[in-house]
């Protein structure tokens, strides 16, 4: 295999895997704020008891956020080398600003979040809380502007050998490494066309993730009969986000869309599957891309797709066949994760919602109903759904900006580290694969061990000298 | 002065912030394997327990603002040293999950081998941002175009690695100091006791590298020799390190942890200022080398960073400092310790 793919696997998989754990210090973090402001608010020491079971779990999930996030930072410049000379001027500014202005917060008030339930009072203990939570929404935001920039480059030009060049220029292949982008204004690079969609559509997919883990492990608690009180509040807290975000998932989700189309039409095209340009163009609901004939497969509901895109009939999509050979992503790939999205997201609204409504009939908490069984054991497997809907939804939206890896500007197989041979990056994949192997079977091995523990007395690890250690002392 | 010397100085303010938070870190990591009893390991834990990821967010952000400030710096390093970078990588892994996973299970084995990967992902950090430096002060062969010329092994010379072992003597020391602080009772007594063998292994550590760059890194001593005022630095180098014993001795060990943290600075400064323009030297052809000008962003990004800096790192320093006076004094085991 050549350097070029081996890289892209190499970020494909470190990200994937990195990004199982932000979401849930994001959707966390909120239901933690939740808790412990409803116990400020009301004094009722189970929601105390609440904050602090899921201020381990939050634990867990930030470290090996930590670990794998860092490594996210050093393959730019590890792997990508001529990428990041490319933007340096634009992209490296968003992600030191992620570091001053989020990561700091969240990792220096995490120390009180976890330590602190003694040492400050409880004023303080919320107040740290909210500054975890806020930064972990707030890195959210400084790397969505950077991968947004990416994805519908704003308020920069490129220059070569430090002369500005025409926008329409292409630099010979020699040319790269005196090629950049130079910034011309700050705000138009963070606040580019694509910036607050994606944002919008990435923190709610976090929330997602987060409330489902709680209504998960809820479920799980009243199917075993234990914790009745804990499980209910829970999951009450986890159905409300969910409710509120599954419907805003597909608010955020189809202005993202409309942005796509906007400003990148072969993805548009790609994760629709559509060929020729048309005006009244179908909305393929679920199927295959034949991409030897250029036709998809699978039910279709005419004029949809102009409809959504442009609120009628006449609007034009412009097919692949518009698109030159060599500027079409991967169609099959780009329409399957998107579509998979889309069915999740729309899995997730059914699933937040039934839970809504036995809610309000009452029948939620009643373990005689089989109704509500049934109820419980969905709930306790669909906290896979949001997390394979936010790596599909990435998968669509990274796979879809291929060739490039600046739109329109730099391609990604122009934009690997010229010094960096195959056999090393093969090198790291493996060890990569390995550690993260391991970890991610760690990771679930002492989560179950946390949830089987469950709240209370248990949930704070209560230290108890283990046996060998005593015996030895003897 | 200017935004490309103000960067310059303020990505070595952030680098070596991380040296001295995350230094200690990976001291504690190294020293605690030699630890025998298991409370006594969970204080060392402790110890750093609640610091040590807002620690390593230095590194990142360092890392940050070297991208951001200077693109072709950032690009360089990271592809040429692309292979201890990724070993550095996974030892601050294995340093990161041994904190959060060693507390979960009791199994001796389980213990004991968070600790030997707490001890070897300290250590290989340790070492590897030592041969890192080495390589940046001695140089580098590199290209017209500013790419790494060189091989793995280029990076392997004798000069940083003998860098690579004077920072693990240096990070021994300041954890040592640090746990010193940290600590109560018999365990304070015995790692009091390895305060000052730690120091002398620094101290001729850093003698023998000193040594060599004397002999054979030029541009480096080329500078000093130029601007011989800086030598007052090197002289308060002396007197930094000097007084941690002294403390130690007294009992003040928050002193002898200051005058540790000091010591550091002063280290970062001398090799800043031996440095300067330069931030990746080229060997043997210094025309190819990356400075502070060459390998810099436009005015207008470093500008904005400048802003960005102003208004983050004192709202970061106010928290980060009201954050350990919330955790100053011995570690005590508690319900939520590790």
Same mark, same amino acid.
């Given at each position: ?38 116990? &400020? ?9 609440? %904050? ?9 999930? /930030? ?20 990428? #990041? ?10 992600? %030191? %600003? ?80 005196? #090629? ?69 998932? &597909? ?28 005006? *009244? ?30 609120? *009628? ?38 699933? #937040? /919602? ?9 029948? &939620?908490?009643?373990?005689? #109903? ?25 998968? %669509? ?43 991610? /079977? ?10 089987? *523990? ?21 | ?198 120091? $002398? ?21 080329? $500078? ?115």
């Amino acid at each position: 295999m050549d350097v070029e793919i081996l890289a892209r696997i190499q970020f494909a998989f470190t990200i994937a895997f990195h990004y199982i754990f932000p979401p849930l210090s994001i959707g966390l973090g909120l239901a933690l704020v939740i808790m412990e402001g409803l116990y &400020l608010k009301t004094r009722d020491k189970a929601f105390h008891e609440m %904050a602090r079971f899921w201020t381990k779990v939050f634990g867990l999930t /930030f470290a090996i956020g930590v670990a794998s996030g860092i490594v996210m930072e050093f393959e730019f410049g590890t792997n990508w080398a001529t990428y #990041s000379r490319f933007v340096g001027d634009i992209f490296g500014s968003a992600l %030191a %600003a992620e570091g001053i202005f989020a990561f700091f917060l969240e990792s220096g008030f995490l120390a009180i979040l976890l330590f602190g339930w003694d040492k400050v009072g409880k004023r303080l203990h919320f107040f740290s809380t909210c500054m975890v939570a806020f930064g972990a929404h707030f890195s959210a935001v400084w790397i969505i502007v950077a991968n947004s920039w990416q994805q519908t480059p704003a308020g920069s030009h490129l220059e070569v050998a430090g002369k500005v060049v025409p926008p329409d220029y292409v630099p010979t292949p020699g040319e790269w490494e005196q #090629s950049r982008m130079v910034i011309d204004n700050f705000w138009e690079v963070v606040f580019n066309p694509s910036t607050l969609d994606r944002l919008s559509h990435t923190v709610i997919g976090a929330w997602q993730a987060g409330a489902f883990l709680l209504i998960s492990v809820s479920a799980f608690y009243l199917l075993r009969g234990r914790h009745a009180g804990f499980a209910r509040r829970s999951m009450k807290i986890g159905l409300a986000i969910a409710m509120l975000s599954s419907v805003l998932s &597909l608010l955020s989700g189809h202005s993202s869309a409309q942005v796509v189309a906007e400003h990148q039409p072969s993805k548009l095209a790609a994760m629709e599957g559509l060929h020729e340009t048309t005006t *009244n163009a179908p909305l393929t609901l679920f199927g295959w891309v034949d991409e030897d004939t250029g036709r998809t497969i699978g039910p279709k509901i005419p004029g949809a797709l102009s409809i959504l895109v442009g609120g *009628n009939r006449e609007t034009e999509i412009t097919g692949l066949n518009d698109i030159p050979a060599d500027l079409r992503p991967p169609v099959q790939a780009t329409f399957q994760f998107f579509h998979l999205m889309v069915a999740i997201g729309g899995l997730l609204i059914l699933i #937040s /919602f039934s839970g809504g409504f036995l809610w309000w009939r009452g029948t &939620l908490w009643d373990a005689h #109903s089989s109704l509500a069984r049934t109820y419980w054991w969905v709930a306790v497997f669909a906290v896979f759904l949001p997390q394979l809907a936010n790596q599909f939804g990435w998968f %669509a939206a990274e796979i879809g900006r291929q060739p490039w890896i600046v739109w329109g500007f730099l391609k990604t197989s122009d934009g690997l580290s010229k010094v960096v041979s195959a056999n090393q990056v093969l090198g790291s994949l493996i060890g990569f694969m390995l550690i993260y192997g391991l970890l991610f /079977f760690l990771f679930i091995y002492l989560l179950n061990k946390k949830i089987q *523990n469950g709240p209370g007395e248990a949930s704070v690890g209560t230290y108890t000298e283990p046996e060998w250690l005593k015996n030895r002392d003897s | 002065m200017d935004l490309n010397l103000i960067w310059f100085l303020l990505v070595g303010i952030l680098f070596a912030g991380y040296a001295i938070l995350d230094g200690f870190d990976l001291g504690v990591g190294m020293l605690q394997l030699f630890i025998r009893d298991d409370r006594d390991t969970r204080i060392c834990y402790n110890a750093i327990g609640p610091v040590w990821d807002g620690n390593e967010v230095w590194l990142v952000t360092g890392g940050g603002a070297l991208f951001a400030a200077f693109p072709e710096v950032y690009a360089t390093v990271f592809s040429g040293f692309y292979t201890p970078f990724m070993l550095l990588l996974f030892a601050l892994i294995f340093r990161a999950v041994a904190i959060e996973f060693r507390s979960k299970e009791n199994w001796p084995f389980w213990r004991k081998g968070w600790d030997i990967g707490f001890f070897t992902g300290s250590f290989l950090a340790s070492f590897l941002i030592g041969v890192t430096m080495g390589n940046i002060a001695r140089g580098v062969p590199l290209d017209a175009d500013f790419e790494y010329a060189g091989t793995f092994f280029t990076l392997l010379n004798p000069y940083a690695l003998l860098m690579g072992l004077t920072t693990v003597a240096l990070f021994l020391m300041h954890g040592s100091i640090y746990l010193v602080m940290k600590t109560e009772g018999d365990l304070h007594d015995r790692i009091r006791s390895w305060v000052n063998p730690l120091i $002398i292994f620094f101290i001729i550590s850093y003698a023998i590298v000193t040594l060599a760059t004397l002999l054979y890194v030029e541009q480096i001593t080329d $500078i000093l020799r130029q601007q011989p005022g800086f030598f007052a630095l090197a002289i308060l180098l002396l007197l930094a390190i000097a007084n941690i014993p002294r403390e130690i001795s007294k009992g003040r060990d928050f002193r002898a942890f200051l005058s540790s943290c000091a010591t550091m600075l002063l280290l970062m400064a001398l090799f800043g200022i031996g440095m300067f323009p330069n931030m990746v030297y080229s060997i043997p052809d210094p025309a190819n080398s990356l400075t502070a000008y060459n390998g810099a962003s436009t005015g207008k990004t470093l500008g904005i960073m400048l802003i960005i800096a102003i208004i983050g790192i004192p709202i970061v320093l106010a928290y980060t400092v009201s954050i350990y006076w919330i955790f100053r004094g011995k570690v005590k085991l508690g319900p939520d310790s590790y």
